[in-house]
């Protein structure tokens, strides 16, 4: 298993950008592929976006396509999410998750590892 930490949450207007970062330990970055989760209060866990190990593929929910990039630098062990056009309904605390050699991977199942998660807040 992989040591996950995330990074670069806060507080954003609706309309702004916030890039959050998950740092992973260990030699076998390469062979996991990353996702970002979400979680508001009262709310369970919902999938937010996907990249898998082979870098060749991503995925994204319907409620942040177009607004978010996942990205991942191999040489960094580090997966981005770059959210873009935030409304204050993405207001969560949102989680890294290392998955080795998913395919396809958008359900928390295909995840064994998790980071503490950041918090993300939007006002309006």
């Known amino acids: 298993q992989v040591q996950l930490v995330e990074s670069g949450g806060g507080l954003v207007q609706a309309g702004g950008s916030l890039r959050l970062s998950c740092a992973a330990s260990?030699?076998?970055?390469?062979?996991?592929?990353m996702g970002w989760f979400r979680q508001a209060p009262g709310k369970k866990r919902e999938f937010v976006a996907a990249?898998?190990?082979?870098?060749?593929?991503?995925y994204y929910s319907d409620s942040v396509k177009g607004r978010f990039t996942i990205s991942r630098d191999n040489a960094k062990n580090t997966v981005i999410l770059q959210m873009n056009s935030l409304k204050p309904e993405d207001t969560a605390v949102y989680y890294c998750?290392?998955?080795?050699?998913?395919?396809?991977?958008?359900?928390?199942?295909?995840?064994?590892?998790w980071g503490q998660g950041t918090q993300v807040t939007v006002s309006s």
């Open positions: 260990g030699r076998t970055f390469s062979s996991y592929s």
């Open positions: 998750a290392a998955g080795r050699y998913t395919f396809a991977p958008t359900r928390a199942d295909d995840f064994g590892s």
């Open positions: 990249i898998q190990w082979s870098g060749s593929s991503t």
